[in-house]
């Protein structure tokens, strides 16, 4: 690689928020015509940068140099405008309007004021393109997967003549498939010179595509590597910075299982999933596997209630109920922690203590308050028990890294001491070190005799802690494997075909 | 590939036309039954009527449109109206102003008015709710201290505005008001589909902070609403004078509630980005048609008008809120 002309040279970033320095002295470099990957376990300080970077927060101290000149950008708009585009973790574009228009709102073709929505069309569609992505570009965004909509917030960060493209987390919403697609579309940016900067909690994913990457740890840079001269399990060490042993022999799963929890019969929702019959067993960890969109969400809610049951009957320690509301579900001992700690999981604004207190609360009903020191105690319990960072019950959930909220969303739950708990992607878009530990958690939960319905994307994940595996597709449990010797390939072959065989 | 091909195949346009839809369909249903019913309601002059009754309302909503196409509301519309016709016939009547001076004159304060609770809303961050009541007390007020009386306005050019029709052939006419306001409605519907400036309205209602992160002008945008619906108001206020030829102090009362009333029963979601001008238009002529039926049945009080149209908020909130559920 020339190592001549950099595009971006970031030196020297300091950023303090009240209470944590986020970013220390921290030194950054990116060329034209690589992939660089940015590493580090959650609250390392990758956002900030990212956020220090694009022109969201100000730095305290430290120079941004873009094609050897001194930026400073007010917001995200004049970083586009110089060519910094970013696309963020969470899709941040307008459901309500045309594929088109989220790609061209801002800088779309006009004659005498008035949008030429053909070309619009057009140029949308040739945008598109050139992520190898073919779909009506005038159907509004909120109807189509988050994959596609991921994919045309990239369309419309290349559409500014953008220079360096800033990828936050975009895999972590991504199947296999499309994250294969999304790969061969920066290696084709890469070719034609584009700086990229990528973000990643994916290990395998970031050997596969980055030329180079910078780790941190609390806020302060470790090193900047290329990534043939690092093994990943030098990498991981870095980013940690203590050997991690532990992640590979995260679990002897107990063998002994206990009687039936859960059994459901014929269970179903229309246009949420088929029929499925599906037992949990005291103490037994249930993994659902299958494709973003095969209905695992679907099948976690209706078994929190979350969901209204078309048909079929659960029946819970034998008994036969009606799950009405996740209140009924409560009530019953089950937990659901959502996918999407921001909107249906945590509350932002209101402390780790707050939060934690939330569903136990709920339980008791408002007539029988927690005491503010019984609150405290369970914070505390939560917080020491999960490594909860900053280990202070009055933070508010808001400012924490994304492994912590899970961590928080988590506490909430385990406090009403569920006897199945459901997991939907607990360890999506957080890091390594905090995914073994939730890991490794689930493992001590059900050897403690709790059950436990584990959904996840990644199937290793999936495979390492469940006794039993249930695969989806299309909105359709198609196998239930007991899991002696699985392999993923076992499970994406069932997948495949359906569970034919 | 073919997996992500096939999940896209599966969305609906026609979902987002449907409340408008709705809309017509019950507009059609109601002349239908009251064309049935009383022969003379089957006469065109009948839906002209509407038109010449409601125009200053139909005006008054598209600005209204505006603002709840952002998420937002706007509460201060009647009060704004009836402020701008106590001020023209103040100007023309005491002050002895020729009309040509005070229409310009009052739009403007409209204007002004809708720009300064758009700025206090966007940059105090303060619900659109509570500014918008402060501005429709304060609207109100205003027109107290020009007078506590109704003022009767004799000016020529309004009265030739108020009386002379416009005749359409077959025996039909409309005033000049219809034809201003069908010529904002236009206006209205070319600014949302074909400028940067309506599109951003739509992204603004579809998520603010998308909409700042996707680097487009939330606070100009956002200002401009309000403004919008000010000078939609004053202009309402200008086509009530043409139509009274009076203007009085507790006049439009309650008005805000009809534009918003018609502006949701057009279709438009009160939570912003989704909605279409021409679904306003539907609106008013729904509640217009209603106030007809009731008026030709002669035996129903006129409070029945209010009961139907609460009726049908209900109705057309409850679908929305059906069609905003099976879209996830």
């Known amino acids: 690689m020339n190592d001549t002309a950099e595009i971006l040279r970031m030196t020297g970033i300091r950023k303090r928020f009240p209470g944590v320095t986020a970013l220390d002295g921290v030194d950054f470099r990116l060329f034209p015509g690589e992939v660089h ?4 376990e959650n609250g390392a300080g990758k956002s900030t940068l990212i956020k220090v970077l694009t022109g969201v927060e100000g730095v305290d101290a430290g120079s941004i140099e873009l094609a050897g000149a001194a930026v400073a950008f007010a917001g995200p708009d004049q970083a586009q405008l110089a060519g910094v585009s970013t696309v963020y973790q969470e899709v941040n574009l307008c459901p309500n309007l045309s594929v088109a228009e989220n790609i061209l709102l801002g800088r779309e073709p006009r004659r005498f004021g008035r949008i030429q929505w053909s070309r619009m069309r057009k140029r949308a569609e040739e945008l598109l393109a050139r992520l190898d992505l073919r779909i009506d570009v005038s159907a509004e965004l909120g109807t189509l997967s988050i994959a596609v909509q991921q994919m045309v917030a990239i369309a419309r960060a290349l559409d500014v003549e953008a220079r360096v493209l800033v990828l936050d987390e975009p895999t972590s919403s991504l199947d296999a498939r499309e994250v294969e697609q999304l790969m061969a579309v920066l290696r084709a940016l890469r070719a034609d010179g584009m700086a990229i900067l990528f973000v990643s909690h994916f290990i395998d994913q970031v050997f596969a595509i980055a030329d180079r990457m910078t780790v941190l740890r609390n806020g302060k840079l ?6 043939s001269e690092i093994t990943q399990v030098e990498l991981v060490t870095k980013m940690i910075g203590k050997e991690l042993a532990a992640l590979d022999e995260v679990s002897e799963r107990s063998a002994a299982t206990g009687p039936e929890l859960v059994a459901t019969d014929g269970l179903a929702r229309a246009g949420g999933i088929e029929p499925f019959s ?3 067993r005291r103490g037994e ?9 095969s209905g695992r969400t679907e099948l976690a809610r209706l078994l929190f209630g979350a969901d209204h049951a078309d048909h079929g009957t659960v029946d819970i320690d034998g008994r036969r109920v009606q799950l009405r509301s996740p209140r009924v579900a409560m009530n019953q001992g089950v937990a659901f922690c959502s996918e999407n700690r921001k909107t249906e999981g945590l509350i932002a604004e209101l402390t780790i203590r707050e939060n934690i207190a939330l569903a136990v609360q709920a339980g008791r009903g408002w007539l029988r308050p927690l005491s503010r020191r019984r609150q405290l105690e369970l914070a505390a319990q939560y917080i020491e028990a999960l490594d909860i960072r900053p280990a202070d019950p009055e933070a508010v959930v808001g400012t924490l890294s994304g492994g912590n909220q899970q961590k928080v969303l988590l506490a909430r739950w385990l406090a009403t001491q569920p006897r199945l708990l459901i997991l939907d992607e607990p360890t999506r878009g957080i890091d390594v070190g905090a995914k073994a530990e939730i890991q490794r958690l689930v493992a001590t939960l059900s050897a403690d005799g709790m059950a436990v319905l584990f959904v996840s994307a990644e199937l290793e994940e999936v495979l390492r802690l469940s006794h039993h595996v249930a695969v989806l597709r299309d909105r359709k449990v198609v196998a239930q494997l007991a899991n002696e010797g699985l392999t993923p390939e076992d ?11 | 590939m073919t997996a992500l091909t096939v999940r896209l195949r599966t969305y609906r346009p026609q979902r987002r036309y449907l409340p408008v839809l709705a809309a017509l369909a019950l507009l059609v249903g109601a002349y239908g039954f009251g064309a049935v019913r009383y022969p003379a309601f089957g006469s065109g002059q009948v839906v002209l009527d509407i038109f010449i009754d409601h125009a200053f309302l139909l005006v008054v909503a598209v ?15 009647g009060s704004v109206a009836a402020l701008s016709t106590m001020a023209s016939a103040d100007l023309l009547q005491h002050k002895g102003w020729p009309a040509y001076a005070v229409i310009p004159v009052v739009l403007a304060l409209g204007a002004l008015l809708g720009f300064l609770m758009g700025l206090v809303i966007h940059y105090f961050e303060i619900q659109p709710f509570i500014v918008t009541l402060a501005g429709m007390f304060l609207a109100r007020g205003l027109c107290y201290t020009i007078s506590t009386e109704s003022i009767s306005i004799d000016n020529p050019t309004y009265t030739a505005m108020a009386q002379t ?3 359409l052939g077959a025996g039909l006419h409309v005033s000049p008001s219809v034809v201003i306001a069908l010529v904002v409605v236009a206006i209205a519907w070319y600014v949302l589909h074909f400028t940067r400036f309506g599109r951003t309205v739509y992204a603004v209602g579809g998520g603010e902070r998308s909409a700042l992160l996707m680097g487009l002008k939330v606070a100009r945008t956002k200002v401009s609403v309000y403004t919008i619906s000010g000078l939609c108001s004053a202009l309402g206020g200008v086509l009530m004078a043409f139509y009274t030829l009076s203007a009085d102090p507790l006049g439009a009362v309650g008005m805000e509630l009809d534009a918003i009333a018609a502006v949701v029963i057009g279709g438009t979601i009160l939570t912003g980005g989704s909605g279409y ?8 002529l729904v509640l217009g048609i209603i106030q007809t039926l009731i008026t030709f049945d002669g035996t129903l009080s006129s409070w029945w008008t209010r009961i139907v149209i609460g009726v049908l908020l209900f109705v057309f909130i409850a679908l929305q809120r059906l069609i905003a559920r099976r879209a996830r």
Not at chain 1, 37 to 40: I, K, Q, R, T
Not at chain 1, 285 to 293: D, E, K, P, Q, S
Not at chain 2, 277 to 284: D, K, P, R, S, W
């Open chain 2, 165 to 167: 029709p416009i005749t």
């Open chain 1, 491 to 501: 499970i994406m072959a069932t997948i495949a075909d359906g569970g034919r065989s």
């Open chain 2, 277 to 284: 001008v021409l679904g306003t238009v539907l609106g008013v």
């Open chain 1, 285 to 293: 960890v249930v993994g659902l596997a299958g494709l973003l969109g």
């Open chain 1, 37 to 40: 990957a940015l590493m580090g």
């Open chain 2, 63 to 77: 600005g209204a449109t505006f603002v709840i196409l952002t998420g937002g509301i706007d509460l201060s519309v």
């Open chain 1, 222 to 227: 470790v090193g900047e590597y290329r990534t």
């Open chain 1, 278 to 280: 599906l037992t949990i």
